[in-house]
């Protein structure tokens, strides 16, 4: 599979991005662009919904409640396609530089492109990611050259 079907895959399954909720087309990219063998270690932030929103369904859960539904199968599936979590923290304050606010910090390290991608492709990441968008009232994930 090229670059340009894999990433049109992601896109099919996690949508264009444009609500922030998941990578945009060109996002995908600077992955599918690494070079394979290369860690990815990426640095998440999150800032919770008060209530999750789940679309059309009544739902009276807060989103953190929503998160930990997403993080009771993203953190196992991320170990079992050889990724892991150097930090998951809540975050404080900015030290240097504009302040932020942000509810958690998360870092996880990939040791390649293949590792991520997997983690993309599990089906049961994918079916959990709905609890991931509708925690979520912000996030940003920022990638590090390991």
């Known amino acids: 599979m090229n670059k340009t079907s894999i990433?049109?895959?992601?896109?099919?399954?996690?949508?264009?991005?444009?609500d922030g909720s998941a990578p945009r087309p060109d996002q995908w990219e600077r992955i599918l662009n690494r070079p394979p063998d290369q860690p990815i270690t990426l640095v998440n932030f999150f800032k919770f919904r008060e209530v999750?929103?789940?679309g059309k369904e009544l739902n009276d859960a807060p989103g953190t409640v929503a998160f930990d539904r997403y993080a009771l199968v993203s953190v196992p599936t991320m170990e079992r396609v050889g990724g892991k979590f150097?930090?998951?923290?809540p975050f404080q304050a900015a030290l240097i530089g504009?302040?932020?606010d942000w509810d958690l910090i998360a870092i996880g390290a990939y040791p390649n492109q293949r590792a991520f991608l997997d983690l993309y492709q599990d089906a049961g990441y994918r079916d959990a990611f709905v609890h991931r968008r509708a925690a979520c009232l912000q996030q940003k994930v920022l990638i590090a050259a390991a």
């Not at 990433?7 to 444009?18: A, I, K, P, T």
């Not at 150097?86 to 923290?89: G, N, R």
């Open 7 to 18: 990433r049109d895959q992601f896109v099919e399954l996690y949508g264009n991005g444009s």
């Open 52 to 54: 999750a929103d789940y």
């Open 86 to 89: 150097l930090l998951i923290a």
């Open 98 to 100: 504009a302040d932020e």
